[in-house]
């Protein structure tokens, strides 16, 4: 049972927008069209893909085609087909950048547009690619070579080496924001060092930066006025900073003579999740271990900053378990930076079971965001009217909540 967990839906978001090609001779729009891989890092290892795509037509297809934007190098490395599933049985060609599966003439059958396809390609090596962001583009054909539907393209997907370290895609962790000028409070930082996909980088030489000599910063094993140490396995390295000087601080950290700025206050957070793992489980930044399992085939593609993750639309949604810690009844505040496929899709993004969930929707030409709660049946504590952004753009969404008196603050 689901009772009482905690989703992260993000229903049919974080994707980029659907290209639409309108020029005769182009189908419909494929309503998804995703990518995933085992791994996203650049180098020699053949790695397998897996296309995976609903279709908007209803008719027999004949040929799927795959262009690799900007193209793999097919030519020296040439891919094998896996397992498929969805569509009828064929075989693979390549031409130039492109992966064109076949369907055998015995396996044509009027398509099921309800039906993910699948077509599993192995062989793949990434180093090949010849930039950090790439795109496959997804057409498909009738026996009468017609396009049925597409070209559409995928989402960008970020692939990086371990080694190529990324200001944009680190951060710096701390808490709390506020302590005592005493000499003794302590505020711990801890400087997370990623390559542009969010791999953890290890080995990497870290100074710390505060408002200058007013501050005491030490490292990870306690040694004063240490304010330059290395990542461990997990592209991490602690400071602690004390202070006997009141007034605000700027904590910045320095890598490769680049500088990290963004900021990550944990005070007061039960749940933070970036979405920079890469894998079947994001991880959680708070301290209180609520990581988050990826559920029927959620994908990591470029975010706002690093990665992000895309969801179908249908029943994609993240995990996050029942820990007490997520039992935020009384007050709560949530917050998250989201780009949307489809805005006419009602979409949920965050959501605790007979208790909170934050939300958009559309009513009538009207877009809104909303937060509810669960009072004996869900309530409509607030919403608010966003037809003046773009739906379709990255947005920063925002909500807190609080009781007695159902005090809401909604932000964009």
Not at 78 to 97: A, C, H, N, Q
Not at 158 to 174: K, N, P, Q, R, V
Not at 378 to 392: D, P, V
Request: overall charge negative; hydrophobic content about 35%; glycine content about 8%.
């Amino acid at each position: 049972m689901l009772k009482n967990k905690i989703f992260l839906f993000l229903v049919s978001m974080f994707g980029l927008g659907i290209l639409a090609f309108g020029e005769i001779g182009y189908g419909a729009t494929l309503p998804y069209v995703a990518d995933t891989m085992t791994s996203r890092l650049i180098n020699d290892t053949p790695v397998v893909h897996q296309i995976i795509f609903r279709t908007a037509t209803a008719d027999t297809i004949n040929t799927v085609t795959m262009k690799f934007s900007p193209g793999f190098n097919f030519a020296s490395n040439t891919p094998i087909l896996g397992s498929v599933s969805g569509i009828g049985t064929g075989t693979i060609s390549i031409d130039d950048d492109t992966i064109i599966y076949t369907v055998k003439s015995e396996s044509l059958t009027l398509d099921n547009t309800t039906t993910p396809k699948v077509i599993t390609l192995t062989n793949i090596k990434n180093a090949f690619q010849s930039a950090n962001t790439y795109t496959v583009i997804v057409t498909t054909k009738s026996p009468s070579d017609t396009i049925i539907d597409g070209p559409t393209p995928t989402p960008n997907f970020l692939l990086s080496d371990t080694l190529t370290f990324f200001a944009s895609s680190s951060y710096i962790i701390f808490y709390p924001y506020k302590i005592s000028a005493s000499g003794v409070s302590t505020c711990t930082a801890v400087v997370c060092v990623n390559a542009l996909s969010g791999y953890p980088i290890s080995e990497k030489t870290v100074t710390l930066y505060t408002r200058g000599n007013s501050d005491t910063i030490y490292d990870s094993i306690g040694t004063p006025d240490n304010k330059t140490q290395t990542t461990d396995a997990n592209g991490k390295c602690t400071f602690t900073i004390v202070s006997n000087y009141t007034g605000l601080d700027t904590i910045t950290a320095v890598v490769d003579n680049e500088t990290i700025t963004r900021g990550v206050n944990k005070y007061g957070a039960v749940g933070i999740w970036n979405f920079d793992d890469g894998n079947s489980i994001t991880r959680d930044a708070s301290g209180y271990n609520n990581a988050g399992t990826l559920t029927n085939g959620p994908i990591y593609v470029s975010g706002k900053y690093g990665s992000a993750l895309q969801f179908d639309g249908v029943d994609d949604y993240i995990d996050c378990g029942n820990n007490q810690s997520l039992n935020c009844t009384s007050q709560i505040t949530i917050e998250a930076w989201v780009k949307r496929v489809d805005p006419d899709h009602n979409d949920c993004i965050l959501c605790k079971n007979n208790a909170y969930m934050f939300e958009l929707y559309k009513s009538g030409s009207t877009y809104y965001f909303r937060f509810r709660v669960y009072d004996s049946g869900w309530k409509f504590a607030w919403s608010s009217n966003i037809n003046s952004i773009s739906q379709t753009e990255w947005n920063h969404y925002a909500v807190r909540f609080k009781r007695p008196n159902w005090q809401v603050h909604i932000h964009r």
